[in-house]
């Protein structure tokens, strides 16, 4: 997606059974997305509009992109407005020091979103031209000050705000047009949440080329306050945060000339729930800047450098939100204190927290425990859980939280990264990359089959995994869930994009047709079944069904037996 944002001309056509996202991820970067495939666009259209966003055109495309997000045509990199909207106004801070060669695109990036914003601009004591910059512009609120750092800056801002919400950007960082136009309706229809976040693309600052897509981390908002503590939730110019519940977290810590930020989402995540919008808002520039106030400067180096001047400031801030936030927390609060802890240099703290609990552990407390260097008792499950992902970053993450307790782990890993990439697996278990799950699983006793792309989905546990047919992950369960007559999944998260087996087609439109008391149709089905797969006792179940309500026993009873007789053996 980050590579066909930044090559992508002003009109593009979609050009494959599109969801909603890649059309979504278009308006967003101000595109103009039009329908160029012989499916129904309804779901799209119904996507859009359930976003907040502009609908399809159809004026003729300069380019088409694929299903694997190729685009095929004339490039270009035009990003245009989107149509105002009606909202609570946001005030989209700034804070610069002596970076009056790129102050002016973060400006001009947050004068072109399409909801109600302030540009509010603090200038803490630059000795540029910045000044000269700002001063005379009608267009945005600037507040002139004495060098304080970044901290001190913000704080201003945060004070001076009138916004409903605040969006913190960096002088050297650029938001997409309708980074508000999403973020916004999500912030403010749920008053249980603080914050909601988006997904960032890196560019390098000097040739604009693309270096990495960050999605967001896209867990369940009332698992914030453990996950803040992992890892970081977005960038922060990513992050919408509604501005009650910033003034209620407290000011910038002043002490932190790097970290800032990360104390701030700590604290935040005990005010409201953090939660994302798997969308791409902010452009986050890449560039071999100085940090710091101008009597604390630091000009970055290796990664290990890095890590080491934020260390100095953050471990003992840290340490006392630890001291302040963390009695009297849950047990898996408190391994994420531990782990939280131990990133962070405090070692003895760490353990501390960590060995106030004792045996058995859940799998993610093993994973961390294990992580500090402790024993963990490893419980032995009598029941497995499979999961196929095949979701969006996180969704993974959300289904094992939501039913991987007390059991064994299997994921196959569908959507190809590292189980420790991007978001982090604190999971024990056994990971694979598109193996057919019936020869892969080692597991005897019941089996919870689920797929990540809708978390909440929870079918009963099969008993035996002989009931699989020899498909790819995510056939075999759908094809499974057709025969057992469980509910179909309902995809919420998104997911990547397959061609699935005919087998799941011919499935489901045989057990909708018996579930609309149509087993005449269904039964015309069951030719090309058979074609697809002969073999499969999942085929044998389905067919002995369809003549059983057909009123033919003569005809079940044969697959019936046949069934039987495999499931003996």
């Known amino acids: 997606m980050a590579r066909l944002l930044a090559t992508a001309p002003r009109v593009v056509g979609i050009s494959f059974p599109d969801d909603g996202w890649v059309a979504a991820c278009l308006r967003i970067s101000g595109r103009v997305p039009v329908w160029a495939c012989g499916e129904d666009p309804g779901l799209v259209e119904r996507h859009l509009v359930r976003m907040g966003l502009p609908g399809l055109e159809t004026q003729p495309p300069q380019a088409h992109v694929d299903s694997n997000l190729r685009l095929h045509g004339a490039e270009g990199s035009e990003m ?16 610069t020091y002596n970076r009056a060669e790129m102050l002016p695109g973060a400006i001009e990036s947050a004068l072109a979103q399409s909801w109600p914003a302030e540009v509010l601009v603090v200038n803490d004591g630059s000795t540029d031209s910045t000044a000269d910059l700002l001063d005379g512009r009608a267009d945005i609120r600037v507040i002139h000050q004495e060098n304080t750092g970044k901290p001190g800056a913000l704080n201003r801002g945060l004070a ?33 949440r603080a914050v909601v976040h988006g997904d960032t693309i890196f560019v390098d600052a000097k040739t604009d080329e693309i270096v990495d897509y960050i999605p967001s981390l896209r867990l369940p908002g009332s698992m914030s306050r453990t996950s803040v503590l992992l890892q970081t939730p977005a960038y922060t110019g990513a992050m919408l945060i509604r501005t009650t519940s910033h003034r209620e977290a407290g000011e910038y810590d002043a002490r932190l000339v790097r970290g800032e930020d990360m104390d701030m989402f700590l604290r935040l995540s005990h005010v409201g729930e953090m939660v994302a919008m798997p969308y791409p808002t902010f452009l986050c520039g890449i560039h071999e800047g100085v940090r710091g ?21 953050l471990t003992p801030v840290f340490r006392e939100r630890w001291q ?57 499950p009598d029941e ?56 892969w699983i080692d597991h005897e006793g019941p089996v ?17 995994l002989w009931m699989l047919p020899d498909l790819s992950a995510a056939d075999a369960v759908l094809s499974v869930a057709a025969v057992l007559a469980w509910d179909a999944p309902d995809f919420r998260r998104q997911g990547i994009r397959v061609l699935r087996d005919p087998v799941v087609g011919v499935l489901w439109k045989i057990r ?22 002969p073999k499969w006792p999942g085929a044998w ?29």
């Not at 407390?365 to 024993?375: A, D, K, P």
């Not at 069904?545 to 499931?567: D, H, I, N, T």
């Open 80 to 95: 245009g407005a989107l149509p105002p909207v009606d909202g609570p106004s946001v005030t989209i801070l700034i804070c």
């Open 160 to 192: 001076e705000a009138l916004g409903e919400a605040i969006l913190v950007l960096d002088d050297d960082d650029r938001l997409l047009p309708g980074a508000l136009q999403v973020l916004a309706p999500a912030l403010f229809g749920h008053p249980e």
């Open 293 to 313: 106030s101008a009597s604390d400067r630091v000009q970055l180096g290796t990664r290990d450098e890095s890590k080491a001047f934020e260390l100095k400031y």
């Open 324 to 380: 302040q936030l963390a009695p009297n927390v849950s047990r898996s609060e408190s391994h994420a204190w531990a782990a939280g802890l131990f990133e962070r240099g405090l070692v003895e703290e760490a353990l501390e927290e960590a060995q106030h609990w004792e045996g058995p552990y859940s799998p993610s407390e093993v994973w961390i425990r294990q992580h500090l260097g402790l024993e963990a008792t490893v419980h032995q």
């Open 384 to 439: 497995a859980l499979v999961v196929v992902d095949e979701g969006d970053p996180g969704a993974l993450e959300e289904t094992l939280l939501i039913h991987a307790a007390g059991k064994a782990v299997w994921v196959n890993l569908e959507v190809p990264r590292d189980p420790l990439g991007h978001v982090r697996l604190y999971w024990n278990g056994q990971y694979g990359a598109r193996e057919k799950l019936q020869h």
């Open 448 to 464: 919870h089959l689920r797929l990540s792309a809708d978390p909440d989905w929870a079918p009963p546990p099969l008993e035996s």
């Open 512 to 533: 909708t047709l018996l579930q609309g008391g149509r087993a005449a149709e269904a039964a015309r089905c069951l030719p090309d079944l058979m074609k697809l797969q």
């Open 541 to 569: 179940r389905i067919t002995a069904e369809v003549f059983r309500e057909l009123g033919r026993a003569e005809l079940a009873q044969p697959w019936e037996e046949r069934l039987a007789g495999y499931s003996a053996a």
